[in-house]
Structures are given as structure tokens and as C-alpha cells.
């Protein structure tokens, strides 16, 4: 069974300030979503990262899987009060089909 | 709009009554996805179909749930004599063929058992 977790828990930060979050895992990855989840909403799909050491950038959001592909980060750059949400990230290892979530970071952004 | 849709987007049931809620995918999309996911915490699997046959069900899914896609398209989950532990968001996820990892989530439907 893999523990994946996701840290911080909760970060509350001010409009325009950077911020990182982290995902991690004693297992390798075949590949990698993170989402952002919205009150009362299903997940959104952000970026899917396959290689290890990949980096994507979504605008203001930098994603990158690291080398081994056990783990992954999420940068925001001069975050703002709509980037607030629950960020999850959920790997898959290939023969599985479902993708198995962490608990997410709460991320509130204050105006 | 294409996404995944799912009805009703909000439930509100008794204790021992029955509930069904419907899912539907992506067009084109082989694969439905059916999670759970309660108030802080990361949705968990409950089942798995490709195209109208279910091949993965989680020990989460008792006998109490049922889910079905008769015809490749749709899904509906039902659950029976629902119990307040069921009180949580359902999600349908569905992805395609070409990248069957990337799954794209509706909007919900949430239960809440009085």
C-alpha cells in the first residue's frame, strides 16, 4: 500500500505572495494529476506531469515530478484570492486503474 | 458544455431509504469512475467500468451499493437502505482510451442522510 502525503495541511497567505506545496510518496509513479477542488465541487484537472524531473507551467502555476517520480511540487507565483482551494494530487502506477488521492492542501488566498 | 455531468447535484434522504444518482461522461470516453469523498479528505475509489463492464470495486462499495452503466454510457449508483455514514459527495470521473490515467471529474452529487 502507498502512503502518499501532501503537506502543508492548510496554508492562508496574502494576495501576491509565492507558495509551494508537496506531494510525496514511498512509492514510484508511472504518472501524475494534480486538481484543485472548489467548496462543493468536483475536482479540476490542472496538469498531468509522466517524466521523471518534468516541469510544466500553467501560467502562474509551475508543476514538477521529481527525478525518481515518488514525488511532485506545486509553485504559485504571486498567488491571488481565485487560486484559493483544496489541491490534490493523485498518481497512478500504471497496472491500477483508480487514481488513489491524498488528503490535499487547503489553500486560502487573503485579498 | 461536454464535461462530465451528474444529477442531482444535491440529496437529502431518511434513513433507510433508497437513493440513485446518475453519471454522465464524457462522450467517447470508455472508462467511469465512481469515488467518495467526505469533509476533508481526498476522494477514495469506490468502482471502476470499462465500457459496461465493472472491473474494479473497492471494500469501501458494501452490498448496500450498486452500480451499473447497461450501455457503456451512463452510470447509475445506487445505494440501498442508506444509513447517516453514507452522508458524503459522490464524484464521477471518466477518461478516454489514449491517456486512461487523466481523469476528469463532475461536479458531484452530494448526499446528506437525516
Known amino acids: 500500500t502507498q502512503l502518499l502525503e501532501q503537506s502543508p495541511q492548510f496554508l492562508s497567505i496574502q494576495e501576491g505572495e509565492n507558495l509551494t506545496v508537496y506531494c510525496n510518496s514511498s512509492s514510484v509513479f508511472s504518472s501524475l494529476q494534480w486538481y484543485r477542488q472548489e467548496p462543493g465541487e468536483g475536482p479540476v484537472l490542472l496538469v498531468t506531469v509522466v517524466t521523471g524531473g518534468e516541469v510544466k507551467k500553467l501560467k502562474r502555476l509551475t508543476f514538477q515530478f521529481g527525478d525518481a517520480r515518488k514525488d511532485s511540487s506545486l509553485h504559485i507565483t504571486a498567488a491571488q484570492p481565485g487560486d484559493t482551494g483544496l489541491y490534490l494530487c493523485?498518481?497512478?502506477?500504471?497496472?491500477?486503474?483508480?487514481?488513489?488521492f491524498g488528503s490535499g492542501t487547503q489553500l486560502t488566498v487573503l485579498p | 458544455d461536454t464535461g462530465v455531468s451528474q444529477d442531482p447535484r444535491h440529496k437529502i434522504t431518511k434513513r433507510g431509504q433508497n437513493v440513485t444518482f446518475r453519471c454522465d461522461p464524457i462522450s467517447e470516453h470508455n472508462r467511469l469512475y465512481w469515488y467518495r469523498q467526505t469533509l476533508g479528505q481526498g476522494p477514495e475509489f469506490l468502482t471502476y467500468f470499462q465500457n459496461e463492464a465493472q472491473l474494479e470495486k473497492s471494500r469501501l462499495l458494501s452490498d448496500r451499493f450498486s452500480a451499473e452503466r447497461p450501455k457503456g454510457s451512463f452510470s447509475t449508483l445506487e445505494i440501498q437502505r442508506t444509513e447517516q455514514g453514507d452522508s458524503a459527495m459522490y464524484l464521477c470521473?471518466?477518461?478516454?482510451?489514449?491517456?486512461?490515467?487523466?481523469?476528469?471529474f463532475g461536479p458531484g452529487t452530494r448526499l446528506l442522510v437525516l
Open positions: 470521473a471518466s477518461s478516454s482510451r489514449v491517456s486512461p490515467e487523466t481523469q476528469y
Open positions: 493523485a498518481p497512478s502506477s500504471g497496472s491500477a486503474r483508480q487514481l488513489t
